[in-house]
């Protein structure tokens, strides 16, 4: 496991988590005919999948760095 993707998952995650954050949330609850029961609902969803998807994406950054490969901070 390279340097890439150490570089990479971390990024991927913080990318997902502005979209979701401050840019998909917002937007729900401005969209014609959502309504507050319909916007909250809509947010559970996303925030699951997003869940689902978070040890994926921190796996091979943990992964490196517990083997002790990882010469950054050295």
């Known amino acids: 496991m ?3 993707s ?3 998952a971390p990024a991927l995650w913080l990318g997902l988590v502005i ?3 401050f840019i998909e949330a917002p937007l729900k609850f401005t969209a ?3 309504t507050i029961p319909l916007g909250l609902g809509i947010g559970r969803l996303v925030f699951a ?3 689902r998807w978070n040890p994926a ?3 091979p950054a943990a992964r490196h760095t517990r083997r002790g490969t ?3 901070w050295k």
Do not use: F, K, N, W
């Open 57 to 59: 994406v921190h796996r």
């Open 32 to 34: 014609p005919g959502i």
């Open 49 to 51: 999948i997003e869940h």
């Open 19 to 21: 979209g979701i954050s």
């Open 2 to 4: 390279g340097r890439s």
């Open 6 to 8: 150490q570089v990479l």
């Open 70 to 72: 990882d010469t950054a």
